[in-house]
Nanobody, 130 residues
Framework: QVQLVESGGGLVQAGGSLRLSCAAP????????MAWFRQAPGKEREFAAC????????YYADSVKGRFTISRDNAKNTVALSMNSLKPEDTAVYYC???????????????????????WGQGTQVTVSS
């Protein structure tokens, strides 16, 4: 099955920045909500941010609001997550996901639910040291 490919993770000190990227050769992002989720050891996958298929709407988890910015380039079929003012609690594997329905505007509760996404990448590790 086609998978998304995340990149850009790494080790950074608290207060630092990283930019994650997501691409999918052979799979279009056009028309789909895209999102970033993250999963820390021993915890469930949690919503971080999403962006509408037009790019005009973005939603963020309260824990990252004001520090993270999600963006997309439909021409390049990529999605990015810029992360600033990183905290140790941001340490997790970050996953990019494609929503399961195209040209559809789901409820906020749906875009935050990982079960509503049917394409995922392998994830990229982000580690923030204190």
């Amino acid at each position: 099955q086609v998978q998304l490919v995340e990149s850009g993770g790494g080790l950074v000190q608290a207060g630092g920045s990283l930019r994650l990227s997501c691409a999918a050769p052979g799979l279009t992002f056009t028309g789909y909500y895209m999102a970033w989720f993250r999963q820390a050891p021993g915890k469930e996958r949690e919503f971080a941010a999403c962006i509408s298929w037009s790019g005009t709407k973005t939603y963020y988890a309260d824990s990252v609001k004001g520090r993270f910015t999600i963006s997309r380039d439909n021409a390049k079929n990529t999605v990015a997550l810029s992360m600033n003012s990183l905290k140790p609690e941001d340490t997790a594997v970050y996953y990019c996901g494609r929503y399961s329905v195209s040209y559809y505007s789901p409820l906020l509760s749906a875009v935050q639910d990982p079960r509503k996404y049917n394409y995922w990448g392998q994830g990229t590790q982000v580690t923030v040291s204190s």
